[in-house]
């Protein structure tokens, strides 16, 4: 079952949704292959700390994380990768690594790679290694309220 939170947000918002049940696994890629779901369309979460405040990184799963041309595009004077210590207790309700891409759900900006927003779909962790939401670009556009960037990750 997605993460209570989550689930509870999204029928606040009245989004149509699809969870996506799959095979335990812990990256992007393996993901992806397990839920059948393909990787421009699959966001991945990584949390970074930009100029000492914690934010979420979005972008497909096939891409990695540029820093330095991140901090560059947003005028920042450091962008650094986040260990899991710093930020587990922000999704109490979410296993390690699964958090889902809704920094307003919890508290955290958020910058989302423009190159998800070129698809209809969008499928991303429920909370959770096992499970996927899959829902329309669009809605999540809409409740998620995303701050999108050019070209922040390469693959």
């Known amino acids: 079952m997605p993460a209570k939170a989550l689930k509870e947000f999204l029928d606040k918002h009245k989004i149509a949704y699809q969870v996506l049940n799959h095979t335990r696994t812990y990256t992007a890629q393996e993901t992806a292959a397990s839920a059948h779901?393909?990787?421009?369309?699959?966001?991945?979460?990584?949390m970074a700390r930009i100029d000492g405040r914690m934010a979420m990184l979005v972008l497909p799963a096939q891409y990695r994380v540029d820093f330095d041309l991140l901090r560059d595009l947003i005028g920042a004077k450091e962008v650094e990768l986040a260990s899991e210590k710093e930020f587990r207790?922000?999704?109490?309700?979410c296993e390690p690594g699964a958090m889902p891409p809704l920094g307003n759900l919890y508290d955290v900006d958020m910058y989302?790679?423009?190159q998800l927003s070129q698809d209809e779909h969008i499928a991303f962790n429920a909370g959770t290694h096992t499970e996927l939401i899959r829902m329309a670009y669009a809605d999540f556009e809409r409740v998620a309220k995303p701050r999108l960037v050019a070209l922040f990750a390469r693959v």
């Open 37 to 46: 779901v393909p990787g421009q369309e699959l966001a991945k979460t990584v």
């Open 89 to 93: 207790e922000l999704f109490p309700d």
């Open 112 to 114: 989302v790679s423009e």
